[in-house]
């Protein structure tokens, strides 16, 4: 029981994780320019400009014309996100609480121990390309007008939080490979003593 329930907040953890990624790729707050009242706002699929009072934003419409780190960062949160829908599949079927393959024990485990590698995997991918991009937004910060104050956004903190709990989540999902070979043997071995008790018995 100890087991399913550590499971379940893996899962759950995974699952906030996997949330605050889908909100990080489209919040339009990777980096911003602030050059007196006047803000912009850039994000992985478009630009905010304007004052605090009113702003406009435009959809990006050529990807080659983007800064390296947008397309790069915006191709890689895909890929994560993707592995991380994958890895909730998977994790589903092998979950201990669930029925999916329940004929199938062994399976069953691998399965979930699959679902945690893969949102290991989603989650580190995302730290990894989040802090290259603030590695990359710190370069532009240092070579920009000294008028233009360059910095990262609000999006940049959701996506390493993101990526955190996703990881997280998928490493205690993963520990389900102890946890079954333990609860096998243990159901074995009530088995056995039930087999004994009732062969005494008659």
């Known amino acids: 029981m100890a087991s399913s329930g550590l499971q379940i907040v893996g899962f759950l953890l995974s699952l906030a994780g996997v ?10 707050e990777w980096g911003k320019d602030t050059q ?22 435009e959809n ?3 990807l ?15 890929v994560s996100l993707f592995l991380s829908a994958m890895a909730l599949i998977v994790s589903i079927l092998g979950m201990k609480c669930t029925r999916f393959m329940d004929a ?20 580190v ?20 007008h000294r008028l233009l104050n360059r910095e990262f956004g609000h999006a940049v903190f959701v996506s390493w939080a993101g990526g ?11 520990l389900r490979r102890c946890w079954g070979f333990s609860g096998s043997s243990e159901s074995i071995s009530t088995n056995q003593l039930l087999s004994t008790a009732k062969s005494n018995y008659v």
Request: charged content about 15%.
């Open 104 to 123: 199938a024990p062994q399976s069953k485990v691998q399965a979930a121990v699959c679902g945690g590698g893969l949102f290991i995997v989603a989650g």
């Open 19 to 28: 949330s605050a990624t889908i909100a990080a790729t489209f919040m339009v």
């Open 60 to 62: 990006y419409k050529h």
């Open 36 to 57: 007196a009242k006047y803000r912009t706002y850039d994000g992985l699929w478009m630009s905010c400009s304007g004052t605090s009072e009113r702003a406009t934003c």
């Open 164 to 174: 955190f709990f996703t990881a997280l989540g998928g490493a205690i999902l993963s």
């Open 64 to 78: 080659l014309k983007l800064p390296i780190e947008v397309q790069v960062t915006r191709a890689l949160m895909l």
């Open 125 to 144: 991918l995302t730290i990894i390309v989040t802090s290259w991009y603030v590695s990359r937004m710190v370069e532009v910060n240092e070579k920009a």
